[in-house]
């Protein structure tokens, strides 16, 4: 068998290699045949890892976080633990990429709920409502979301990304209210973002310090209020 018909590279590049080190030149095998190697390892390792990342993310919704075991995950994956801690090498490591993956979903699926047609204010109410229906569908794996969420954000004493793009969203929602005349105009748009976000957030917050908070009710009613406070005629 050729020597070419080993290795999966351009024909043209492998004779330009020839020419330049020799045709006997081993060297050349050694390392292209060694990235190639290298590169199915890296890719089977990374598929290895989402689908652990995978596996936990449903069984953290089937079953929340703290039901969630390295050894059920294992055991569904079916590898060893020794070779789930290569990969997340704590409970801990493996909590937070999959509260930031969660939490990645649930910033675009949020920040959506501001596309589309509708009126700015009524897309102001959207965003508290399906924030309530959520709360009621997925009521512990959210409440988990919002701990390390809340928890990240007084950590680095800086709103998280997910909050940063939610709040560029509504802004540009707002802002095309104020021209298209739906919403009051004697405040800039950034300023009634921060308004509407910061109720927004403040009801998760408060759920996040108490589990018996009424966090339902309370979207629905500070979506009204939050609509209240921006439309134009306040």
């Given at each position: 068998?050729?020597?070419?018909?080993?290795?999966?590279v351009?024909?043209?590049?492998?004779?330009r290699?020839q020419?330049?080190l020799?045709?006997?030149n081993?060297?050349i095998?050694?390392i292209l045949?060694?990235?190639?190697?290298e590169s199915?390892r890296t890719?089977?390792?990374?598929e290895l890892?989402?689908?652990?990342?995978e596996?936990?993310?449903?069984?953290?919704?089937?079953?929340?976080l703290?039901?969630t075991?390295?050894?059920s995950?294992?055991e569904?994956?079916?590898i060893?633990?020794?070779?789930?801690?290569?990969?997340?090498?704590?409970?801990?490591v493996l909590v937070?990429?999959v509260?930031?993956?969660?939490s990645?979903?649930?910033?675009?699926v949020?920040?959506?709920?501001g596309?589309?047609?509708e009126?700015a204010?009524d897309k102001v109410l959207?965003?508290?409502?399906?924030a309530?229906s959520l709360?009621?569908t997925q009521h512990?794996?959210?409440?988990d979301?919002?701990?390390?969420v809340v928890?990240?954000?007084?950590?680095s004493e800086?709103?998280?990304?997910?909050l940063?793009?939610?709040?560029?969203?509504y802004?540009t929602?707002l802002a095309?209210?104020q021209?298209?005349?739906?919403?009051?105009v004697d405040l800039?748009?950034?300023?009634l973002?921060?308004?509407?976000i910061?109720?927004?957030?403040s009801?998760?917050?408060?759920?996040a310090d108490?589990?018996?908070?009424?966090?339902?009710?309370?979207?629905n009613?500070?979506g009204?209020?939050?609509v209240e406070?921006v439309?134009r005629?306040?």
């Open positions: 068998m050729d020597r070419r018909d080993r290795y999966p351009r024909p043209d590049l492998w004779c290699l020419r330049t020799g045709p006997h081993f060297l095998e050694l045949g060694g990235a190639v190697v199915r890719r089977k390792k990374h890892r989402e689908r652990i990342l596996v936990a993310i449903r069984q953290v919704g089937e079953r929340g703290a039901a075991t390295v050894g995950i294992a569904e994956v079916d060893s633990q020794t070779t789930f801690f290569n990969y997340f090498p704590s409970k801990a937070e990429a509260i930031g993956r969660l990645d979903l649930l910033g675009t949020l920040a959506d709920v596309s589309g047609d009126p204010a959207k965003l508290f409502e399906f309530a709360t009621t512990r794996v959210l409440r979301i919002v701990i390390e928890h990240e954000s007084t950590l800086r709103p998280s990304g997910n940063s793009a939610l709040h560029e969203s802004r929602v095309d209210g021209r298209a005349g739906e919403i009051r800039d748009a950034t300023i973002a921060d308004v509407v910061g109720m927004f957030t009801v998760f917050t408060n759920w108490d589990v018996a908070y009424p966090i339902s009710d309370r979207l009613t500070f009204k209020l939050a406070l439309a005629g306040a």
